[in-house]
Antibody, heavy 122, light 109 residues
């Protein structure tokens, strides 16, 4: 069955960096777009970033553009989110997610991980 | 950006009753709408896509309707496991962005 397991969350000071990882299993990872979606405390879901199966298409929300970098390693069935210049407002649970796409058109999220908590605080 | 607005923010329902959740888009999204269920400490789960198609394994208690800018998720007879937060999500203006509503919490009355 599809499994997505995030790691790398934790407490970091404002201005610091953190790298999230997501290990995928149960499907052919290299066939799928992957996303990172976050939920700040008491808030709704926000699409942070996504990456196409072959890295050719990458998206960032305006709120993280220039600070976060998404990448993937299809040989390791993993997707990553490098987060730099972190701010208090980046505090959230970060979910790794597998997109449902057809061709080069993406639609909704078929599977989600359990999430990893990132806390940005001094 | 297409803004998704869900109402109400909280819905208090007794077990066995029907729950009706609303989702409104700031512009027409045709039928490009999905619904998710999210329980505390768990991964969100896809319930419905393309407005009314249930995802694999989803109970027939859940149904979706609507088109254009107004959408509804109906839970026909609430079970204890249905108490959760529900999010709608549009995928009309891809690329680049897809957006979620702010969620409706369904709680026990």
């Amino acid at each position: 069955q599809v499994q997505l397991v995030e790691s790398g969350g934790g407490l970091v000071k404002p201005g610091g960096s953190l790298r999230l990882s997501c290990a995928a299993s149960g499907f052919t990872f290299s066939d799928y777009y992957m996303s990172w979606i976050r939920q700040a405390p008491g808030k709704g879901l926000e699409w942070v970033s996504y990456i196409s199966s072959s890295d050719t298409t990458i998206y960032y929300a305006d709120s993280v553009k220039g600070r976060f970098t998404i990448s993937r390693d299809n040989a390791k069935n993993s997707v990553y989110l490098q987060m730099n210049s972190l701010r208090a407002e980046d505090t959230a649970v970060y979910y790794c997610a597998r997109d449902y796409c057809s061709g080069d058109r993406c639609y909704y999220i078929g599977y989600w991980g359990q999430g990893t908590l990132v806390t940005v605080s001094s | 950006e297409i803004v998704m607005t869900q109402s109400p923010a909280t819905l208090s329902v007794s077990p066995g009753e029907r729950a009706t959740l609303s989702c409104r888009a700031s512009q027409s999204i045709s039928s490009n709408l999905a619904w998710y269920q999210h329980k505390p400490g768990q991964a969100p789960r896809l319930l419905i896509y393309d407005v009314s198609t249930r995802a694999t394994g989803i109970s027939a208690r859940f149904s979706g309707s609507g088109s254009g800018t107004e959408f509804t998720l109906t839970i026909s007879s609430l079970q204890s496991e249905d108490f959760a937060v529900y999010y709608c999500q549009q995928y009309s203006n891809w690329p680049p962005g897809r957006t979620f509503g702010q969620g409706t919490k369904v709680e026990i009355k």
